[in-house]
């Protein structure tokens, strides 16, 4: 972003429509440091509610991303219809309330005990 000078005695008009500025990430890292700050699921993110026991494996990549090895075929996700093996946990329910915890990176281990720790019957994925 530029400024005009203030010393500047002449005075330029814009006539153009102002936007509200959209932040960028630089790199990956500023992109992902944005995506693990996130606290609600993106438009391409499918939100699943399922019963405890939620029926499914997961495991890590190695970038600590967290997807689903496999689902149980009569389990609670698979009775969803709506989880498959290969999906990538992107959020997860906080311990209590409708908010959402990026799962971004976090890696497995944080992610298994953010479903041990949640309060009620339901987690959200």
Do not use: H
């Amino acid at each position: 972003m530029g400024f005009a000078s203030s010393s500047s005695s002449s005075k330029v008009a814009i006539n153009r429509p102002i936007s509200t500025a959209i932040s960028m990430a630089e790199d990956d890292e500023d992109f992902n440091r944005w995506a693990k700050a996130s606290r609600s699921a993106g438009a391409n993110d499918n939100l699943v509610e399922l019963k405890r026991p939620l029926g499914l494996v997961l495991d890590e990549d190695d970038n600590g991303n967290v997807y689903v090895q496999t689902v149980a075929p009569k389990g609670n996700a698979a009775r969803s219809g709506l989880v498959k093996e290969g999906d990538i946990v992107t959020m997860c329910s906080a311990t209590f309330g409708s908010q959402m915890w990026s799962c971004r990176g976090v890696g497995l281990t944080r992610v298994l005990a953010a479903i041990r720790v949640r309060a009620g019957k339901f987690f959200i994925l």
